[in-house]
């Protein structure tokens, strides 16, 4: 089974308008933390933001959010506002804390690409 | 500034041959690893170190090996490139220690084509 699921393979978005992005994830582990990646066109991955299981509040970066709903396993990054240059490629990952004491790779999603419309 | 960068950013072999992909930090992370990227697959662990003479296979670790001989480095090596094995490489880096916030900085990928 896959660990992190993102169903959107593409969205197209206005300018301006504020997106969702969908990510739900498979763990039994307690201990985890989430993360979302961009990937623009140039193809460099770029740490957008993180939240950890224990955390009581939603993680916020900007113009970025994470709305993380622990009891369905899911945790959609919210862009408010939305720009052209938010058009890339969107990765949500996972770390589980296991035996490894968290420096275990990212577990990551196959990604959605995102484009905003002017 | 602290980076991550990757060495060449471009190559093109041929089947049978031994490649190595190179990989530099200055963060002083601990943790390296390196992923492939492959159309629909997302992003893929290949190896990861925890520090020096540390490595250990990632989920798709057959026919690649790394070593680890100071905290900077962390190079890839495809023993005998296979068709299979072109792709995007990415090295990336974390600091050390416990727990699962450790957010990992890329590098800006290798793209390997394997003839």
């Known amino acids: 089974a896959q660990k992190i699921t993102q169903t959107q393979p593409g969205m197209f978005v206005q300018e301006k308008e504020a997106v969702t992005l969908d990510c739900t994830y498979d763990?039994?582990?307690?201990?985890?933390?989430l993360f979302w990646y961009k990937q623009p066109s140039s193809g460099e991955m770029i740490f957008l933001i993180y939240?950890?299981?224990?955390?009581?509040q939603n993680a916020t970066e900007g113009r970025y959010s994470l709305n993380f709903q622990k009891a369905r396993k899911s945790a959609n990054l919210v862009i408010s506002a939305s720009q052209l240059g938010d058009s890339a490629m969107y990765f949500c990952?996972?770390?589980?804390?296991?035996?490894?004491?968290?420096?275990?790779?990212?577990?990551f999603g196959k990604g959605t690409h995102l484009i905003i419309q002017p | 500034d602290a980076e991550i960068t990757q060495s060449p950013r471009h190559k093109i072999t041929e089947t049978g041959r031994q490649v190595t992909l190179a990989c530099h930090q200055t963060?002083?992370?601990?943790?390296m690893f390196w992923y492939r990227q492959d159309l629909g697959h997302g992003l893929r662990l290949i190896h990861y170190?925890?520090?020096?003479?540390?490595?250990n296979k990632g989920e798709v670790s057959d026919g690649y090996s790394v070593s680890r001989s100071n905290t900077e480095d962390l190079p890839l090596t495809l023993e005998s490139a296979a068709s299979s094995q072109t792709s995007v490489y990415f090295c990336?880096?974390?600091?050390?220690?416990?727990?699962?916030?450790?957010?990992?900085?890329f590098g800006p990928g290798t793209r390997l084509l394997v003839l």
């Open positions: 990952a996972m770390r589980e804390g296991g035996s490894g004491g968290g420096a275990d790779g990212l577990t």
């Open positions: 763990t039994s582990d307690p201990s985890y933390g």
């Open positions: 170190s925890y520090g020096v003479q540390d490595t």
């Open positions: 939240q950890g299981s224990y955390d009581q």
């Open positions: 963060w002083n992370h601990n943790n």
């Open positions: 990336a880096s974390s600091s050390g220690g416990a727990g699962v916030g450790k957010t990992q900085y």
